[in-house]
């Protein structure tokens, strides 16, 4: 898989790079066979205690139930993923993209691969969690594969049947025919996991063959903006291109997480790496060994944090929620009645703290049900009944300045912007739908608080404080009302191109 490579630092899947081939050229692999000479299959057992030092007991039973998996593709689709790590059309790619420039780090283009062939391998890794042959691995390890062949550690090679892949959770699971019971490893409870705890990593990193290296947990929870289920375990164990898929063990052996990440300034391992904890995967894993798919829950809202400023804004007494920027039309939200600029504080009677809690939950709910949701709607809390929708791949979630905007423009000087009507003229320069209302930004004043928060002129401001404005005078007059009473801030909605958000601008002292 490529790297993203800005100002030196690198995100990327740890699945070894793609490789083209010729027709008759095969991969070659990594002895595994010398490994398991002095490792004899053995199942994974609970509470395994290692020699002071040392964590042999622990390699010698979770290492045989680790394997090497290898994927033919089209040379097109191996050509296609040049710069991203999880592939062009990956929901994740984009995401690591924003993950990136929010850091401020620019992307250049990675040199292209060089095609030999019709035909690319790859390699990763995986895990076997059943004795008949069930195999947990990364999704982006097996994307757009045209076969798959799982080799153990032993060095037996077998064919491999693609059983479900989810690409949000980016887990997938395959199975391998054998005469013979497997060697496997037990799940853990990565919930326990704290800082500083001891952990293994074992994989193929470049194909060398099974390779662990130890470590500690670095961090939890880290949000990579990836998608719905973002928690991932940062660990500082050397993981590398090819170990995507493979299990983190804790120190009873037990796998507590699934490899999937690097952050490197030369694609190779420098102490941070990222698994997906093992508690949101045994889940996803056990209904795709049922089913072969999941179909994730769907409400249709774009939602943004709620902050200090726009809890005060709004009179909620914590910055907690999701708050609604948008509802798309004709979604469950938009029948349940949700409006932009609620806050949801829960839904099926767990409370909400944040954006990600609220897009987990609603990811892990099935398609048909029904939950009652809780939003914060004008000062009041507020309960709504709403039919969870199916996520399909085509559902994607003050100063005094004067400002010269001609007659219908009016002054705000609490927050440093001149306000217009939307005319007819304003909706042609602007290029707006013929029924757009509310009060457009004809100019912004230099070092004021809407300047500081990013307003823009040609900006429409929808809403003030939850409330629709028509007009500009609506606007000033919401604005004036909030200074009143004894707001530290007000709750624009903004409107700019086609996209709707929430800002929070404070009111000047003084």
């Known amino acids: 898989m490529s790297n993203i490579i800005r100002r030196n630092r690198i995100l990327a899947l740890v699945g070894a790079a793609i490789i083209a081939v010729p027709l008759a050229t095969p991969i070659i692999l990594g002895n595994n066979a010398a490994f398991a000479a002095s490792s004899p299959p053995a199942a994974a057992v609970s509470g395994i205690i290692a020699p002071a030092g040392s964590f042999a007991s622990i390699v010698a039973a979770d290492k045989p139930a680790v394997v090497t998996i290898t994927t033919t593709m089209k040379a097109e689709a191996a050509a296609s993923d040049e710069t991203s790590p999880f592939g062009e059309n990956s929901p994740f790619n984009e995401q690591f993209r924003q993950f990136f420039g929010q850091n401020g780090i620019p992307m250049p283009h990675e040199a292209p691969r060089?095609?030999?062939?019709?035909?690319a391998e790859a390699l990763g890794s995986g895990f076997i969690i059943s004795p008949d042959g069930y195999i947990v691995t990364n999704n982006h390890v097996i994307d757009k594969a045209l076969d798959i062949k799982v080799t153990l550690d032993d060095g037996t090679e077998l064919p491999a049947k693609l059983i479900g892949a989810d690409p949000k959770s980016d887990l997938a699971v395959v199975k391998i025919e054998t005469k013979k019971p497997l060697a496997t490893v037990?799940?853990?409870?990565?919930?326990t996991l704290q800082l500083g705890d001891q952990i293994l990593a074992i994989g193929n990193p470049f194909g060398i063959g099974t390779t662990v290296t130890a470590g500690i947990v670095s961090a939890r929870g880290r949000d990579l903006h990836s998608g719905p289920y973002d928690d991932f375990i940062q660990i500082d164990a050397p993981i590398n291109h090819g170990n995507s898929g493979g299990p983190l063990v804790d120190h009873d052996g037990h796998v507590v997480g699934i490899n999937t990440a690097i952050y490197s300034p030369n694609g190779g391992s420098v102490g941070v790496g990222f698994a997906i904890p093992s508690d949101q995967a045994r889940q996803v894993v056990a209904k795709l060994m049922k089913d072969g798919s999941i179909n994730h829950g769907f409400i249709g809202v774009q939602i943004q944090p709620v902050t200090a400023d726009i809890a005060d804004a709004i009179g909620l007494g914590k910055a907690e929620g999701a708050l609604v920027a948008g509802v798309n039309g004709n979604?469950?939200?938009?029948?349940?009645?949700?409006?932009?600029?609620?806050?949801?504080?829960?839904?099926?009677?767990?409370?909400?703290?944040?954006?990600?809690?609220l897009s987990r939950m609603v990811a892990d709910l099935a398609p048909?049900?029904?939950e009652e949701l809780t939003v914060w709607r004008q000062g009041t809390p507020k309960d709504l009944r709403l039919t969870i929708g199916e996520n399909s791949e085509d559902q994607q979630q003050a100063s005094a300045d004067?400002?010269?905007s001609g007659?219908?423009?009016?002054?705000?000087?609490?927050?440093?912007?001149?306000?217009?009507d939307v005319t007819a003229e304003v909706r042609q320069a602007l290029n707006l739908p013929a029924k757009e209302k509310g009060a457009v930004i004809a100019s912004v004043a230099p070092g004021k608080p809407a300047a500081d928060a990013g307003l823009q002129e040609g900006d429409i401001i929808i809403s003030v404080n939850q409330h629709a404005v028509n007009s500009a005078n609506e606007a000033k007059t919401a604005v004036a009302d909030a200074g009143k009473a004894g707001r530290k801030a007000v709750l624009l909605l903004i409107q700019?191109?086609?996209?709707?958000?929430?800002?929070t601008v404070p009111f000047s002292i003084g």
Do not use: C, Y
């Open 114 to 119: 060089q095609r030999q062939s019709e035909r």
């Open 186 to 191: 037990t799940w853990g409870d990565s919930d």
């Open 331 to 357: 979604t469950p939200a938009a029948k349940a009645g949700v409006e932009p600029g609620d806050v949801i504080t829960a839904l099926g009677g767990k409370p909400i703290s944040s954006p990600r809690d």
């Open 368 to 370: 048909g049900s029904q």
């Open 402 to 404: 004067e400002g010269k």
């Open 407 to 420: 007659p219908a423009a009016h002054k705000i000087p609490t927050i440093g912007v001149g306000l217009a």
């Open 496 to 503: 700019r191109g086609d996209n709707q958000s929430f800002v």
